[in-house]
């Protein structure tokens, strides 16, 4: 799953934030992230057993509220909280049959993949945050070259090429290394107080992305 949703723009406050309102800014944004990540896991947890098919309704209701929050952040940051609360539930439901399907077949991928994702997180975040460069550039190539990587993706459904998983998951890692460096940047340059939310969402997705990609890669190697 891609989070171009996250990448316009949401209201703007005006001015230069305080050094105490940009770590404000980043507690609360982290904060949402681990809330999303909690309703995610209790997503998956009682969507256990439910359908592929069943699933992918759930991951449109999970993209239309996604969608949502663009709007709603210039109207009620309470709203576009609720509906990051729903995004992170609904898409746990629609990854269930996923990653119950690893659980049972592959277990120690989804433990490998946690651990890498978690690092991976931490060292382009990290770096992301205190980079002075301007990665707005970097985020446009990334955003392009997700959408050549989603072709890429379909054309592996009808043409075997020999690693082609393999190329993609790790392009996918690269991709998202930018992204992951950019959404960290806008958590320390952002000069809206209200972005809150609308980041967690676009870092939550960048988690789950790099996670997916990491899984392919570990469950490929086991």
């Known amino acids: 799953m891609s989070n171009p949703a996250t990448y316009g723009g949401y209201g703007y406050y005006g001015g230069a934030l305080t050094r105490d309102q940009t770590r404000g800014l980043f507690s609360q944004t982290m904060g949402y992230v681990a809330l999303t990540a909690a309703l995610f896991a209790g997503g998956a947890y009682v969507g256990r057993g439910l359908s592929y098919g069943l699933g992918f309704l759930w991951f449109i209701a999970a993209f239309i509220c996604l969608i949502a929050m663009n709007f709603t952040v210039r109207k009620s940051q309470q709203l576009t909280v609720v509906l990051l609360c729903a995004f992170g539930l609904l898409i746990g439901l629609a990854m269930s049959p996923v990653l119950l399907y690893y659980a ?50 379909i054309v592996l459904i009808f043409v075997q090429i020999p690693g082609g998983n393999l190329i993609y998951s790790v392009l996918g890692l690269v991709i998202f290394a930018g992204f992951t460096m950019f959404d960290f940047q806008r958590l320390r340059t952002s000069k809206d107080i209200r972005s809150a939310p609308l980041l967690a969402a676009s870092i939550f997705l960048d988690i789950l992305n790099v996670f997916l990609f990491f899984l392919r890669i570990f469950s490929r190697s086991n």
């Open 104 to 153: 049972g077949t592959n277990p120690s991928a989804l433990w490998s993949a946690g651990g890498a994702t978690a690092l991976f997180i931490a060292g382009f975040g990290a770096a992301g945050y205190a980079t002075r460069r301007d990665l707005s550039a970097v985020a446009r190539v990334c955003f392009f070259a997700l959408l050549a990587l989603i072709i890429f993706g």
